[in-house]
């Protein structure tokens, strides 16, 4: 994969780094977000492509160290996204009034409502007029683009409070949030019981509208506290580069000295309690860094918030044709997600009908797709390669036009 995309970024060359001159534009940022994004599309590739796919494998278990280890490091790709949405829209007030602002988020949070209801629930699905697996109705999921959209929405409001507050009202949410657990109905996301609406802010839900059936994975409440964080810890990120470093670094040791000491205490932070395997100290270990995702329990963030601070301190060490390519993903990431879905979904059924299935059984979310279709896990790692390797050229080239460019419309890309 490496000399595919050496030879183009060779024959195609144009620092992005160096040309993308707004101020707000900080490359720390930008290539922990392009990390992020690489190591999603990982996921998105073993839900489609994995042998025995399920919705999360996690829940299983006996699930093999290998798996957990492919699964877990993805963990780190939607609270990255939510929290860096935050900043980004916090480092923003340098430029724009309060009003302006308030605008132009609420006016994003609507549109990346649309994309997520409209473009890539089809393109998880493949199915807009509705599918067999759920009555013939059309899939509504809710994911990530939803609750960055539901954060900015909400951000358009919460701002005008100022970053302080803002990151206050932000660490009491995520503090605090799972003192519901033990008060909120207990919901999955495909249970199919018509929660009442107000389950969505705290727990996955799924609710029958009409022809449509909505899926709401990501609990609205906490992954609000996280963008809400984000914005307020923007100031951080205006410091000198020494400056914010050693905040990001010593802040990235006390969460994941805080992960370690809550965790092992098993009292708080988090509905999944863990304890000794009789497998042995993998087990254990693995037992102990399941924590919960939907919606993201305490112990969860600061699971992943820790090592995030600490290889965004160290990101501006590092130079190279590596993090150009992370810093270029981690500037087009709406057009890397929405793309990236399509062309996963499309090299799914390629496969099926390799397998001897037909293309029919494929428009469906993949959770339903046909038993005994699939790949190995090193056949999920090559063709999560294949993918970077063929969304490279189309973000590089949106990523240049981004650079080079300031019609309005781009910032919605």
Partial sequence: MRALLTRHYRLTHMNTSASDQRAYRLSAIDALRGLAIVIMAIDHVRDFFLFGTEQDPMNNPNISVAVFATRWITHFCAPVFVLLAGTSAGLMTARKSPAELASFLFRRGLWLLLVECVIISTAYTFAPLGSKDVGGRTMVIMQVISAIAIGMMSLAGFQFLGRRVCFAIGTVIIVGHNLLDYVWPAS??????????????????????????????????????????????????????????????????????????????????????????????????????????????????????????????????????????????????????????????????????????????????????????????????????????????????VAEVKARRRDWWLSYL
């Avoid at 590092?318 to 990236?340: C, E, Q, S, W």
């Fill in 188 to 397: 999955q996301m495909f249970d199919q019981q018509n929660w009442p609406w107000w389950v969505a802010l705290h727990s996955q839900m799924s609710r029958t509208v009409g022809p449509f059936m909505i899926f709401f994975s990501y609990p609205i409440l906490p992954w609000l506290g996280v963008m809400l964080l984000g914005f307020g810890i923007a100031g951080v990120f205006e410091l000198s580069a020494e400056r914010r470093n050693t905040i990001l670094l010593r802040s990235g040791f006390a969460l994941m000295a805080a992960f370690l000491l809550i965790r092992a205490l098993d009292v708080y932070g988090d509905p999944n309690p863990w304890q000794r395997q009789p497998v042995g100290i993998t087990g254990t270990a693995m037992d102990f860094l399941n924590t919960t995702k939907y919606g993201p329990s305490l112990l969860f963030l600061l699971m992943i918030y820790g090592p995030a601070a600490i290889l965004c301190a160290k990101a501006d060490r590092f130079t190279g044709f590596i993090k150009d390519v992370l810093v270029m993903f981690g500037r087009v990431p709406f057009a890397f997600y929405v793309t990236h879905f399509f062309l996963i979904h499309a090299l799914s059924i390629l496969l099926g009908l390799f397998q001897g299935f037909s293309a029919s059984q494929f428009f469906t979310i993949f959770i339903f797709y046909p038993k005994g279709y699939g790949l190995s896990l090193p056949g999920v790692y090559g063709v999560w390669m294949l993918v970077i390797v063929m969304l490279y050229p189309f973000c590089r080239w």
